[in-house]
């Protein structure tokens, strides 16, 4: 099963728009990661928060997490065309069966 | 610094045969990780290969295998195809052994079973 689930599946907004992405998960985690695909490529990432951070920021990107509530939200501010895109959140599991997973995906359209 | 490479980025392969797809790490990247991304599955986690180790492998079965180099290259061979292996395979490297940090990722290679 995913570790991580993000919300909503798909998010349509008009540029220069803010766009809010959220990102659940299940257990513990060391820290939490956000990637960008565009269509059919491989992915990029964005920005890591590690659990005793609370909000990180990268240009136009703001992260927050909470632990309490297994969440995490991703903040693009004043939105491009360019920002078009496949946005995941990754969580890993460590220990000996360490791996990253990651969750199905948000499509992000931003209309020009 | 060249990112991570992948080849083929096209594959054509009928069922029950094998296929091999090709992953180069960043350089003075150990760690190397496989993903499956099937259209609507997201992405699946495959393998991960650490120092010309099998460190983890995800929910595939055996068909699916692979290999590290000495020069942290990796192969990965998927046997007996079936049709539901078509799919884009991600391969990524990270700096650090495990999943501390970020992993980077190469183009993929778009596997296509008929």
């Known amino acids: 099963s995913q570790q991580g689930e993000e919300d909503p599946q798909a998010l349509s907004i008009q540029e220069g728009e803010n766009a809010t992405m959220n990102c659940s998960y299940k257990t513990s985690i060391n820290n939490l990661q956000w990637y960008r695909q565009n269509s059919g490529r491989g992915l990029v990432h964005l920005i890591l928060i590690r659990s005793n951070e609370r909000e990180k920021h990268s240009g136009r990107l703001r992260v927050t997490l909470d632990t309490s509530k297994k969440s995490s939200s991703l903040l693009i501010t004043a939105s491009r065309a360019a920002d078009t895109a496949s946005y995941f959140c990754a969580t890993p599991y460590t220990g000996a069966n360490s791996k990253l997973t990651f969750g199905k995906g948000i499509t992000l359209s931003v209309r020009p | 610094e060249a990112g991570v490479t992948q080849s083929p980025t096209h594959l054509i392969k009928t069922r029950g045969q094998q296929a091999t797809l090709r992953c180069s790490p960043i350089?003075?990247?150990?760690?190397v990780y496989w993903y499956q991304q099937a259209l609507g599955l997201g992405l699946q986690f495959l393998l991960w290969y650490d120092e010309g180790e099998e460190r983890n492998r995800g929910n595939f079965p055996p068909r699916f295998s692979g290999r590290q180099f000495p020069n942290y290259s990796s192969e990965l061979n998927v046997n007996a195809l079936e049709l539901e292996d078509s799919a884009l395979y991600l391969c990524a490297s990270s700096l650090y052994s495990g999943v501390r940090d970020e992993q980077f990722f190469g183009p993929g290679t778009r596997l296509t079973v008929l």
């Open positions: 350089s003075g990247h150990t760690s």
